[in-house]
């Protein structure tokens, strides 16, 4: 699935900030945040076959990209402004974002589209 490329170029741009921010390389912080806000995405049947296994979930994963877009978006902002406490509280809430879509739905979609974890 194509879902699956989007999530690895997704923690590669994650890594990069990583290092980004260790180096307090705003700049770069500011170049990549945005790649995490407005991240690809699948194609649109892949969508559709995602939402509807979703079912009523699909407001909840919703909610977490946008948590993570809006986190992502912060982290941008505060790159600029060269404020690195803002940075690591926006990164680290889009960790958080993250890790709240994952643990809640990580495990069943791999279970369901590719039959294992």
């Given at each position: ?75 941008e902002?505060?790159?600029k ?37």
């Amino acid at each position: 699935m194509a879902l699956r490329t989007v999530m690895e170029r997704l923690d590669r741009d994650m890594q990069a900030v990583t290092g980004a921010i260790s180096k307090e390389e705003w700049a770069l912080v500011a170049e990549l945040a945005p790649k995490l806000a407005k991240h690809a995405e699948p194609p649109l049947s892949e969508k559709m076959r995602i939402l509807t296994w979703l079912g009523t979930d699909a407001g909840k994963f919703r909610g977490f990209d946008g948590q993570v877009q809006n986190a992502a978006t912060g982290m941008e902002d505060a790159a600029k402004r060269g404020d690195g406490q803002a940075v690591i509280a926006a990164f680290s809430r889009t960790q958080q974002g993250c890790l709240a879509c994952h643990q809640s739905f990580r495990q069943s979609f791999v279970e369901q589209f590719y039959g294992s974890r």
